[in-house]
């Protein structure tokens, strides 16, 4: 008996030794947290951004197969004068040019990005990728109805 708790007495001030030691590893436990944020953008499909809806109140838009002529032509009207400051139809100025925008984004993120450029640049992993492209030149916020915007998106399919 007497040797049984000699031994549980090591064993107690084993645990403790153990204990002290976690502790002063606190620091590191702490910096390996921030790795999740890292991993949520290897996650993003950037081998296909056709599969990404971005952030904003857009989550569900078909294209229909035939151009609403009426509609591109409002849209490039809204276009040409809230845009065109930093975007050219058919060449890059500030941003780029949205000459075949469809072969290469989907319409959810177009219209996301259009209606929500802050929190788009923020946080879309494709939009952090442009704007580093673009040297840190944000497209700026324009105020656009939902319905102006997507008539921009057929004024798109035009050029
Ligand atoms: C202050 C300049 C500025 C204005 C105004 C602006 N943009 Fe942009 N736009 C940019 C820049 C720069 C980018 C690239 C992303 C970034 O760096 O912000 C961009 C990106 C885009 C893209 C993505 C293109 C791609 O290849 O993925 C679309 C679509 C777009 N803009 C549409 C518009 C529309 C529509 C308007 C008007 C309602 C507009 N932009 C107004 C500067 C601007």
Redesign the pocket.
């Known amino acids: 008996m007497k040797s049984l708790n000699y031994l549980s007495v090591i064993a107690i001030l084993g645990l403790l030794v153990a204990c002290g030691k976690s502790d002063t590893t606190g620091t590191e436990t702490a910096a390996e947290e921030e790795t999740p944020a890292v991993s949520m953008v290897a996650d993003y499909p950037m081998d296909n951004p056709m599969e990404y809806k971005g952030i904003g109140p857009i989550t569900e838009l078909t294209l229909p197969d035939v151009i609403d002529e009426e509609m591109a032509q409002h849209g490039k009207l809204?276009?040409d004068s809230?845009?065109t400051?930093?975007?050219k139809a058919d060449q890059e100025l500030?941003?780029?040019s949205?000459q075949g925008?469809f072969d290469?984004?989907n319409p959810e993120w177009?219209m996301n990005?259009?209606l929500n450029?802050d929190e788009m640049?923020d946080k879309d992993p494709l939009?952090k990728e442009?704007?580093e492209k673009?040297n840190g030149?944000?497209?700026?916020n324009?105020d656009?109805s939902e319905e102006d915007?997507r008539a921009?998106l057929e004024y798109f399919r035009t050029l």
Do not use: N
């Open positions: 809204v276009y809230l845009c400051a930093c975007h500030l941003g780029p949205p925008i290469r984004r177009v990005l259009i450029p640049l939009a442009l704007l673009y030149t944000r497209m700026t324009q656009v915007a921009i």
